[in-house]
């Protein structure tokens, strides 16, 4: 292994002068080169012999595990039995670009000669290296989703065919998940068929890239028969054929060349390319960033159904990020166009997706390729950062995927943790803290603090299992000694004190009357009052007091309201809710208090939590979920191996911190003495 990177790596470096000229810009494929580099690594069974073989009539293949004594959950709400791939079973992945691919995806390694950053300046800069430790291009090596997949296949036989489509579209599109692209299927749902190791680089024979340059840019707005751009569940539209400019399918993007200005500093690449405006818009981060239970071939899988019982017939909302921003004054059409004014409170030239994470580059140096001159894409650059909110994930990443002998990529995962925490702490939130004046001797102290959303869509928002934030209040006399604390964690346990006063902002998805709970979304077990995050089963939302975006519309519709909580319109009648949430804290202070008292509230955000970690692993554990070797009937020592991946979940957990929480805004106050009334 420590040599493969170095020597691919001398090979491209050995290339990059034949790229470079325009009548040698050929593609190079390195097929041969990394089957030869691989020889010594097991290596999967082929399609054929695991979806004809012994695995072919496990467990997961056949659906036991979900007989087990956490699936009692019904699916009475959703689809069984309904036929849509060639072997019968319902189809969880019918729309859009389906596998089959006449052009392979070419791994990212195949762009890294132009595109990646050689030197301190470049790195930041040209769009591969920002890319390379972004969650984005590790998708598919996320330790926490592969826990997760395998809960959703023991809920749902065979529901990873939906779930790696958006994980790893490289193994899906070209057939190694459940269509093969050629009429037959194959028994990949599991992740096992997908070529390739969690810690190679990602060259075209690697599936655990995630989302790479050449999948991104061959998407396109509009399907054949001119179908509109899809809003939901990777339902994408792919370029499959020759482009416009020459052999092979477009490289997409928002440029034309050469009309570029000043003259002669942007060249033609050298690959076939097209202007496309849709990488400027919005709507292009719709299909990802808007999840659904599946729409299968006989309909969603699960569907919404509201506290009162009634069943909506949607499509159960698992994520509706791009929804929330274009419900908000950050979605509207004028304030996209420039056409209006920002609205009071709405922080200047955030307007789309793209504008919040893939920010434009104010440096001197801009350019996007090694071989243009420096500053040739000044005030004209997208950062490929794409950073989202998971600054836990990629420190877990850099750890145990990111060495000199591995992905090599170290700099970049701290990069893309530094832009993570960047938008966390600056662009995120704000807090305001008043203290009402406090009386002499024993009495209580009221305290309000406002938290207000900065951004363009629900705070904190995206996916739902784990992901919370909280207020952590904490009160101290003169002499630094604690006289309150409300949302107290335990570092060292993981373990968030949820008192009486705390406020948690989260959504929390159950399944309708589970264990026979008459009338109710259950999110626990009843017996045990352990929590619950069955994804593939959720039909209810039980709460929902995440804070809403500017000018949010989206007060009355069922899959974005807020539930279990209310937030007032901006006025009466507008139709808007208020993007900020007010708490009201009574802090008992004793007369023996050394005054003033110093209040200090802290909203701290965390990406997954103690339950959820320990649920994924236990899961595992009670349905006899094989370890990753014996499931995909290999031997390997990257990744979980010989451990259940909830197991190796886990076990990352505990080594890395246990996904400690981050500070996104804080604010103090001292108290001041009540006025003496006087006497008349």
């Given at each position: 292994m420590t040599l493969i990177p170095f020597v691919r790596r001398l090979v491209l470096a050995f290339v990059v002068a034949l790229t470079s000229l325009p009548a040698l810009a050929v593609e190079l494929d390195f097929s041969a080169f990394a089957a030869l580099a691989k020889a010594n690594q097991p290596k999967p069974a082929a399609p054929a012999a695991l979806a004809h073989g012994p695995l072919a009539h496990g467990p997961l293949a056949h659906g036991q595990l979900a007989q087990g004594p956490l699936a009692q959950a019904p699916l009475a709400h959703g689809v069984v039995g309904a036929t849509g791939v060639p072997d019968g079973t319902l189809d969880f992945t019918p729309n859009g670009t389906q596998p089959g691919l006449q052009f392979a995806i070419d791994g990212a390694e195949a762009c890294s000669n132009c595109h990646r950053g050689n030197t301190a300046v470049d790195q930041n800069l040209l769009?591969?290296?920002?890319?390379?430790?972004?969650?984005?291009?590790?998708?598919?090596?996320?330790?926490?989703?592969?826990?997760?997949?395998?809960?959703?296949?023991?809920?749902v036989p065979g529901i990873g065919d939906f779930c790696l489509r958006c994980h790893a579209p490289n193994a899906w599109l070209q057939g190694r998940v459940r269509k093969d692209g050629f009429g037959g299927t194959v028994n990949g749902t599991n992740g096992c068929l997908m070529q390739g190791d969690l810690d190679d680089l990602d060259d075209k024979v690697n599936d655990f890239q995630g989302l790479n340059c050449q999948?991104?840019?061959?998407?396109?707005?509009?399907?054949?028969?001119?179908?509109?751009?899809?809003?939901?569940?990777?339902?994408?539209?792919?370029d499959d054929a020759d482009c416009a400019t020459g052999p092979g399918p477009c490289r997409a993007g928002p440029y034309s060349y050469p009309s570029q200005t000043p003259v002669g500093t942007v060249f033609d690449p050298p690959h076939v390319w097209k202007e496309e405006p849709f990488f400027r818009d919005a709507t292009y981060c719709a299909a990802c960033h808007n999840v659904s239970s599946p729409d299968t071939s006989n309909g969603p899988l699960q569907t919404l159904i509201l506290n009162d019982g009634t069943n909506t017939m949607r499509a159960f909302p698992l994520d509706r990020t791009f929804t929330e921003w274009r419900k908000s004054d950050f979605g509207t059409r004028l304030l996209r166009s420039g056409m209006e004014s920002p609205a009071p409170g709405r922080p200047e030239g955030l307007p789309t997706c793209q504008s919040c994470h893939m920010p434009i580059s104010t440096s001197e140096d801009a350019r996007a390729c090694v071989f243009?001159?420096?500053?040739?894409?000044?005030?004209?650059?997208?950062?490929?950062?794409?950073?989202?909110?998971?600054y836990w994930m990629v420190d877990v990443l850099k750890a145990t995927y990111g060495g000199p002998d591995q992905l090599n990529r170290e700099a970049a995962f701290d990069a893309s943790k530094a832009a993570i925490v960047q938008n966390l702490t600056q662009n995120s939130a704000t807090i305001q803290l008043s203290l009402a004046p406090l009386a002499s001797g024993a009495s209580n102290l009221s305290a309000s603090v406002r938290i207000t959303n900065l951004t363009g869509h629900k705070l904190p928002t995206g996916y739902a299992e784990g992901r919370r934030m909280w207020l952590q209040v904490r009160a101290?006399?003169?002499?630094?000694?604690?006289?309150?604390?409300?949302?107290?964690?335990?570092?060292?346990?993981?373990?968030?004190?949820?008192?009486?006063?705390?406020?948690?902002?989260?959504?929390?998805?159950?399944?309708?009357?589970?264990?026979?709970?008459?009338?109710?979304?259950?999110?626990?077990d009843p017996a045990t009052q352990r929590k619950l995050f069955n994804i593939a089963l959720s039909n209810c939302i039980l709460k929902d007091n995440r804070i809403p975006p500017l000018g949010f519309t989206g007060g009355n519709d069922v899959e974005l309201r807020p539930v279990g909580y209310t937030y007032p319109e901006t006025s009466p009648g507008s139709g808007q809710l208020v993007n900020f949430d007010l708490t009201q804290y009574s802090i008992p202070v004793p007369a023996n208090a050394a005054r003033p008292i110093r209040v200090t509230a802290t909203l701290r955000f965390q990406v997954t939590t103690k339950e959820y970690i320990e649920f994924l692993r236990d899961e595992a554990q009670i349905s006899n979920i094989p370890s990753e070797n014996a499931m995909c009937g290999r031997t390997q020592d990257v990744g979980p191996?010989?451990?259940?991946?909830?197991?190796?979940?886990?076990?990352?957990?505990?080594?890395?911190?246990?996904?400690?929480?981050?500070?996104m805004v804080s604010a103090s106050a001292n108290t001041v003495a009540a006025l003496a009334k006087k006497r008349k």
């Open positions: 769009p591969q290296t920002p890319w390379e430790g972004s969650m984005m291009a590790n998708a598919a090596r996320d330790p926490l989703f592969w826990a997760a997949l395998d809960v959703a296949n023991r809920d999948f991104c840019h061959r998407i396109k707005p509009r399907g054949p028969s001119g179908q509109p751009p899809p809003l939901a569940n990777a339902n994408l539209w792919f243009t001159p420096s500053g040739a894409r000044k005030s004209n650059l997208g950062l490929h950062q794409f950073a989202g909110a998971n101290v006399d003169a002499n630094q000694q604690t006289v309150f604390e409300s949302g107290a964690y335990n570092a060292a346990s993981g373990v968030l004190t949820e008192d009486a006063q705390i406020k948690i902002y989260e959504t929390l998805h159950g399944v309708w009357q589970r264990f026979g709970q008459t009338g109710a979304c259950v999110v626990k191996g010989a451990l259940t991946r909830g197991q190796f979940m886990f076990n990352l957990w505990t080594q890395h911190g246990r996904a400690p929480p981050l500070d």
